[in-house]
């Protein structure tokens, strides 16, 4: 059965790839959403159509999410034609003078928990597959304030370069999105909402329009994609 498989599924742009995915991909019979929070995944499901969904409540920074994603995916091998790693996370404060637990949290989500399920998935991914890395603008140079969260995104780009490179061979293609700001709960949760001036100033992304955009990007093979409004952007945020 034709699969796709969506981490961070619950909320925000993660909500949005998985109400258009079969816009891009109407080959996908079956969705996997993997988040922690259970019942926005059930309600998520409940109202997606033509496809079979199937909800993997797990949390990516528990290294035994990775035991059961493995289980899952021996037992049912399927066949994966897109694979989202949109599960992140981002915390504003300095190295040194914020707690250390959400330090290596984003280490945990943004950089090991992607790569393990890339890992992982990749044997299952069909000839002609996509893997979708939700990226960021803040990979392309340091941000102050979000030191270790800029970092884990450059990982992110970086890794994808070279996993395209990879599995080009097997037709199989890997692209990176590198949107902006967007008006999710992902500013709430990382405390950034109001305290950053500058950030504040900087244009936002819509995230419908990420997502259709980055959709349509990995459809067509393209390696980075970001969002036209910043593709000339290089100054640093936030301050």
Not at 43 to 52: D, I, N, T, V
Not at 199 to 217: H, I, K, M, S, W
């Amino acid at each position: 059965m034709k699969t796709a498989i969506v981490t961070g599924a619950s909320s925000g742009l993660g909500r949005e790839f998985v109400r258009q995915l079969r816009t891009y991909f109407p080959e996908v019979e079956r969705c996997w959403l993997i988040a922690r929070r259970a019942e926005r995944l059930e309600e998520l499901a409940a109202g997606s159509e033509g496809m079979e969904v199937q909800c993997l409540p797990l949390d990516l920074c528990d290294p035994m999410s990775f035991v059961a994603y493995q289980e899952k995916l021996t037992a049912e091998r399927p066949e994966v034609v897109l694979l989202v790693n949109n599960a992140g996370c981002g915390y504003l404060g300095r190295v040194g003078e914020t707690e250390t637990a959400l330090q290596t949290r984003m280490v945990d989500l943004n950089v090991r928990a992607l790569t393990a399920i890339t890992h992982m998935t990749v044997p299952f991914v069909a000839v002609g597959g996509r893997i979708l890395n939700v990226s960021s603008i803040a990979s392309f140079c340091p941000n102050p304030r979000m030191t270790v969260y800029s970092s884990t995104k450059a990982y992110v780009s970086s890794f994808t370069v070279g996993l395209a490179e990879e599995l080009k061979e097997r037709g199989i293609t890997a692209t990176a999105v590198c949107p902006g700001p967007m008006a999710t709960e992902f500013l709430e949760v990382g405390g950034i909402t109001g305290r950053s001036r500058t950030f504040e100033t900087l244009p936002y992304c819509d995230q419908v329009q990420v997502a259709g955009g980055a959709l349509r990007a990995a459809r067509a093979g393209r390696t980075i994609y970001t969002p036209t409004l910043f593709t000339s952007f290089t100054g640093c945020w936030p301050s």
